[in-house]
Structure formats: C-alpha cells, structure tokens
C-alpha cells in the first residue's frame, strides 16, 4: 500500500465483507465498478475487503480459494487509482470480522489521509467510534438483498445472541451513519422501516451497468422470440422454479418452440427436478456461472430474459438483461419496477402468479416486433438512468454534504 496520497484528491477507503472474485455475492462485481468509477472521477480508493467464504457457516471457518480472492483485478484497478487491501477472515465466526476490518482501518489511518469511508455491511460495525473520534464521515452503501429479515424474532440462547449481534454490528451502526446511499427506493424504504434510519440522511445511487453489456451488438433479423435466458445464482429466491414452471404452462398451452439456458452457481439438482417435473428437461439447459465475456455471449443470443425474484433490492441482472437490450420478464418485487418499466422494457407480474409469470412470457412470443422494440426502450433506459459514473458522482457529492454536517 502507498504510504501518500494526493492531497488534492479525495481519499476514500471502501470496506466490503467478501472477497471480490466470489460469484456468491452481487456486491462483488459492483464494489470495483464503483470504487473505479470514483477513481476516475478524482478520487484515491482504497478497497478493504474480508477473505472470507460467504456462504460456509461452519467451524472451523475455511478460507476461500484463491481464484475467489479477486487478485485479477489489482492491476486493473491500480489505473484508476485504486487499491485492495485483503483483510484476513477471523477463524471463529463472520460476526467477529468487524474486529480484523478495524485493524486494518488503523494502520490506514496511520499512512494516510483518509476523507470518507464506505461500508457495506457488518464488517464496518467496530469502525464507528474510530472514525468520528478523527472527523472521518461513515457511509454505508446500502446493496443488501433486503434488511427484512433484520425484522425476525429469534427464539432461545442462539437466538438472542444473533439478535444481540446483529444490532451491535449492523443495525447501531447504520443508524449513526453520517450518510446513506440507497441503491433504489425501496432499499430506502427498509432502512427507514426496519432499521429505523432518518429518511432524509438517505440519499438514492442506483447501481450502474457497464458499456461492455450495453454495447453488445443484437441480431434483430433473426425470428421469432425463440432464445430464452435465466442468469445469477440457482437459488429459491432467485425464483428459478417459478421460471420452469411457467414455461411448464407455457408448453402446455401448445408454445413449444424455444430454449431456455439458466447460467449460475446454485441448486442445479433442483433446477434439473423441476425442469423433469414440469415437462420441459429437452428444452432446458442448465450450467454453472461464466465470466463477463461468456455472459456477454448469453445476452447476445438472447431474445427475452426471465428474472422472477422473489426479492431485489436493486436487481443488476436485470439490469444488465435490459442494458444489452432484452426486455425481461420478472415480478414486480421489491425493487424491480423502479429497473424495469413495465409494458415499457419488460413485463411484471404480481409476485408468485406463475400464471401471470406465463402469459407475459407468451405475450412476448406472440409478437415479436413488439417484444424487440421493448429492447430497444430497455437499453436507452439504463444508459440513461443506470451508469457508473452517475453512481459516483452522487457519491462524492455526499461526501461534501457529509463533511458539511
């Protein structure tokens, strides 16, 4: 780590809980795009991030492989004046990673001038005391799934300790946060309701796509609506089964003529159980995730993407589907209406009517022109409204109105 940094620039350091070459959280693609972006709007970044394995909650803890530690991209963002800093896991319990985030934060603080710091999640519950202690403003970039299972009960010991936890690492400390960058409005919604955030010291930054999905090149000579698309983690929540079964009735209904490719990392023996019960296994395709210039490829040849999540707090598949000028087909839940304009760039049916799930998907079959159009409109829109460099100019932004506080 460079012990200076320029006084003219900003220097900002954002925390992040997992490794940033995981495939198992979103936020690993989104923190080095906008820690980039700050970078080339005049900012030094520094990335403090936990090498951690997000998804093992055994003991003891094992470390992550070092393909999902992200050193691919130290070079990369080295350019746009950004470095990483790995913090190691700690060997009891992801709870306790706040304490190695705070050991790193202080020897930062000793090499250099710091102006802001960016929190996701839990890893910046210890940092609070230490930053206002120096001026430092505290931000959390709120990309969280959805805080609604902050709102549980727990029952017995465990269960109190978890809650116990969960306030004192993640709850205390967005509540004393300087500021707020909400990535929808929904997300805003949960952090005023569930968390109990002042509203007004939340300000909204969508997430962005990069030029490398909107840029993709579409064939709109080819016919028919044929070419069907599931991308992101095989996982309940990611609502895969709706999509299978919807297509199920699709098929039913005597519209046969397609192919639908699911590309993640997940239940691929659910997905497969499904696909067989529902009576459609031949036309489905089911492999684990790809890089960005294999999902690029995937969107190039897709002619509708299906999206059903339960739950999004922003939804940057979706985004990303619209980007490269496919409409989507998706619930309206959480925040997916505020990324897909329905009837616009996409179809949303209430969440869990399958049924409706289907007849969108039909209607788009039906009517090609139609349903190509609708790409088009999707792909304006999210040049428009959802880039990097808007996110990180709204943020820096914060970062004058934070120190004017």
């Known amino acids: ?44 970044v520094i990335i403090v991030t936990v090498s951690t394995n997000p998804l093992d909650r055994r003991f003891p803890r094992k470390p992550p492989k070092d393909a999902e530690l992200g050193f691919h991209l130290d070079e990369m963002l080295r350019e746009d004046h950004v470095e990483i800093v790995r913090v190691p896991q700690h060997p009891l319990h992801y709870q306790f990673d706040p304490h190695n985030v705070k050991s790193a934060m202080r020897r930062i603080l000793r090499e250099r001038r710091v102006d802001l710091v960016i929190a996701h999640y839990n890893e910046a519950g210890c940092l609070g005391p230490m930053l206002r202690a120096r001026g430092i403003p505290l931000a959390f970039l709120a990309t969280w799934q959805t805080y609604s299972y902050l709102d549980r009960e727990y029952r017995g010991l465990q269960g109190k300790l978890k809650k116990w936890s969960e306030q004192k690492y993640t709850v205390e400390p967005h509540r004393r946060a300087d500021i707020l960058f909400a990535i929808s409005e929904f997300t805003r919604g949960e952090l005023v309701d569930i968390l109990g955030v002042e509203r007004e010291r939340i300000v909204i930054a969508p997430l962005g796509v990069r030029e490398t999905f909107t840029g ?34 699709l098929a039913q209904r005597g519209v046969t003529d397609w192919t639908f490719r699911m590309i993640g990392e997940g239940r691929h023996d659910l997905a497969r159980q499904a696909a067989e019960e529902f009576g459609i ?32 707090s922003f939804g940057l598949s979706i985004a990303e589907a619209q980007g490269a000028g496919i409409p989507v087909v998706a619930y309206a839940a959480g925040s997916v209406p505020e990324v897909v304009a329905d009837g616009e760039t996409g ?5 869990f009517d399958v049924d409706a799930l289907s007849a969108s998907i039909e209607e788009a079959v039906r009517d090609p022109d139609k349903t190509r159009a609708m790409g088009r ?29």
């Not at 698309?229 to 299978?244: E, I, T, Y």
């Not at 492999?287 to 059903?308: F, K, M, V, Y």
């Open 216 to 249: 993709i090149e579409r064939d709109d000579t080819r016919p028919g609506i044929t070419r069907f698309l599931f991308f992101g983690r095989v996982v309940p929540s990611k609502g895969f089964r709706d999509a299978l079964e919807a297509l199920g009735k």
């Open 281 to 312: 296994s031949a036309q489905v395709t089911i492999t684990g995730s790809t890089d960005d210039a294999g999902l690029q490829r995937e969107l190039a040849n897709a002619d509708l993407a299906i999206l059903p999540s339960h739950a999004e």
């Open 1 to 44: 780590m460079n012990a200076r940094n320029d006084s003219r620039r900003p220097s900002i350091v954002i925390t992040y809980p997992f490794p940033l070459g995981t495939k198992a959280a979103g936020g690993s693609r989104t923190t080095p795009e906008v820690a980039r972006h700050l970078g080339k709007l005049g900012a030094d």
């Open 377 to 405: 409109a999707a792909r304006e829109r999210v040049q428009r409204l959802f880039n990097w460099t808007n996110t990180a100019r709204i943020i820096l932004d914060g970062l004058e109105t934070a120190r004017s506080r």
């Open 347 to 351: 179809w949303l049916a209430p969440l």
